[in-house]
């Protein structure tokens, strides 16, 4: 019953929302008719949420973790887009690029912040869900950030985060469409290569190795200019480096309390090894000009 009248309801308010942006042309009447519609919306979803309780609790996870955050993103992503769009300055092309891969970094950073729920949202991971989607239920950790004060009877730890990622996935998409506008080979398509056979590597180190690399590659955007999320990574590594990584934000949990000084060992152990290769090359160099 709750999820065919959310479908209803969410149909209509992206309809409503639609005729909105296409009858209006400033952004500020934008921004505050698409916020009524969204009130009324999610008004209208916690009447029925309060007077039909849950059957159970994979019920309500299922409703504070897909369902009420969809309604709620877009609240998030039209007060977001509509920062952004009185921000960007005037100017030429070479301007308004610069603008709006600004707006992009920001975005990003938002996403390396939040690294560890932002995998737990793009693979599509349950562990948790008893404690970040039942109302109640407290989560005291520094990873999660900041959020405005929750109604008990209609909120949870988590299902506001997952509005603002699933609303800055939207805008993330917006900010990069403005810059293909502007220059369309500033983010040029993926295109398949062919390429030639060749012998696959498959990882037989422990997983957890690759798991501090990966977050290293992350947080220091190496792959797509910073673009590439945590998720995409971690399906990369696994397709082509043949192991299952379905544990890796648990892993990088682990990681994170280790009780050690060296909390990142393996990269430790990675710059320990280069180092000492380097050494004995030089080494022996300098032997080879002394015979």
Not at 57 to 79: D, G
Not at 157 to 173: G, H, M, N, T, V
Request: aromatic fraction near 12%; proline fraction near 4%; include cysteine.
């Amino acid at each position: 019953m709750l999820e065919k009248m959310s479908e209803k309801l969410y149909g209509q308010l992206t309809g409503d929302i639609e005729k909105i942006v296409a009858r209006e042309t400033e952004p500020f009447k934008i921004l505050s008719a698409v916020l009524k519609c969204v009130r009324e919306a999610l008004k209208k979803l916690k009447d029925h949420v309060l007077k039909n309780p849950f059957e159970d609790e994979a019920a309500q996870i299922h409703f504070f973790k897909h369902i009420k955050p969809k309604f709620f993103a877009l609240r998030i992503y039209y007060l977001e887009w509509y920062g952004i769009v009185t921000s960007i300055p005037a100017g030429d092309k070479e301007v308004l690029k610069a603008a709006y891969n600004e707006e992009l970094k920001v975005i990003q950073r938002f996403f390396r912040l939040i690294a560890f729920y932002y995998q737990y949202y793009g693979l599509g991971a349950t562990e948790l869900d008893s404690l970040l989607f039942v109302r109640g239920v407290e989560v005291q950790s520094v990873l999660i950030p900041e959020v405005p004060e929750l109604d008990p009877e209609f909120a949870t730890s988590c299902d506001y985060l997952f509005s603002k990622i699933r609303a800055f996935e939207q805008l993330q998409e917006f900010v990069l469409t403005r810059i293909r506008e502007l220059d369309p080979a500033s983010i040029p398509p993926e295109v398949p290569t062919k390429r030639q056979p060749s012998e696959k590597l498959v990882w037989t180190g422990d997983k957890v190795n690759l798991v501090e690399i990966i977050y290293g590659l992350f947080f220091t955007g190496q792959f797509n200019n910073g673009n590439a999320d945590i998720a995409l990574i971690i399906r990369f590594m696994e397709e082509h480096f043949q192991v299952d990584l379905s544990r890796t934000y648990r892993d990088f949990m682990d990681i994170r309390n280790r009780k050690t000084t060296a909390i990142t060992r393996f990269l430790e152990q990675m710059r320990e090894a280069i180092l000492a290769h380097i050494d004995d090359a030089l080494s022996l160099k300098k032997s080879k000009k002394l015979a």
